[in-house]
């Protein structure tokens, strides 16, 4: 077997593991869409758990630098993360109201970025999308914000649901394109 061969076999096969992840990927967003307050639960448990994992990782980088003043800061901020996490972990509920109010404002802060990018590049072929962009994600952002904290149960569920969804269709777009060209190449 010689070197192209060899390089045609692993990206065929990463191409069908890169197909697989995408449809299960668009699997996903279609039950957090249709389950959106067990996904909105199910993202509070995740986002608990990470920033446990967090401080913890804080809490031995702190400890390995000895340096007194990162190591308290390090420890400060570890302390922060697992008290958070733990919050979020046994207060689900309540942790899902502030995932939503949080990613409302996100939301607005993303759409500020995107209206001054895309007066930045306006010149620029395309940038009008940039503009268009920031309005949707300005809409939303205005929608979730007037609507809670009675959207709590369905937002975060719902819009992880769709990114998950159009990242799966895209992944598989841009797969299944991967996989002509690898047909392509000499076997």
Known sequence: MNAT???????REAVRWSILLS????VAGVLAI???????TAVTIIVGVMLIFSG???FAFGWETRDVGGMVWE???G?????????LLSHVAAGLTSL???L?????????????LSFQFRPLPGSGWLLVDGVVTLILAIAIWKTWPSNTPWVIGTIVGVSMLFSGITRLALSLSARDVVGKLPS
């Open 104 to 116: 409302a404002v996100y939301l607005f802060l993303e759409a500020v970025l995107e209206f001054v």
């Open 34 to 40: 249709t389950a959106p307050a067990a996904a909105g």
């Open 100 to 102: 939503t109010l949080a």
């Open 23 to 26: 449809i299960l990927m668009i």
């Open 56 to 58: 913890v990782a804080h």
């Open 5 to 11: 061969s060899s390089m045609s076999s692993i990206g």
């Open 75 to 77: 420890m400060l901020l």
């Open 79 to 87: 302390v922060l993360y697992v008290v958070v996490g733990v919050y």
